[in-house]
Each structure stands twice: as C-alpha cells, then as structure tokens.
C-alpha cells in the first residue's frame, strides 16, 4: 500500500478545523503522513520608521523617473 500524504490549508475558522479533522482522521487511517499548512501575511515594512518608509518611497520614484527618462 503506497503511503498517503495529506495537506491542509488552516486558517483557524470552523471551516477549517472541520478539514482538519477530516484529513487527521484520513491520515491515521492510511498511517499516512499530515502537512498542516498556515500562511501569515508579514511584511519586512512592519518594523520600519515612517522616515524608512519615505525614504525607499522615494528611491522608487526616482528609479521611475531614470527609467522614464532612458526610454
């Protein structure tokens, strides 16, 4: 028997842990094998100042503006 392997998006709503549940249970069945899978959304730009963040806003504008101007 080839071993299973499940994979679950989880999300921590009710929908989610009745998924969760339902491949646990598939998954100790077949002595398979479970992958629970959480995305967080982060962003390096959290731990910046609004002065870091002006400042990169600016060196975008001006990266535009070379490549506006080369074209």
Do not use: C
Request: charged share 25%.
């Amino acid at each position: 028997m080839t071993k299973r392997t499940y994979v679950v998006a989880y999300e921590g709503d009710a929908h989610s842990s009745t998924v969760l549940d339902y491949a646990v249970q598939h998954a100790l069945e077949a002595s398979g094998t479970l992958n629970i899978v959480h995305v967080l959304e982060w962003s390096p730009f959290q731990f910046l100042t609004p002065e870091e963040i002006e400042e990169r806003a600016g060196k975008r504008k001006e990266g535009w503006s070379a490549r506006k101007r080369s074209s």
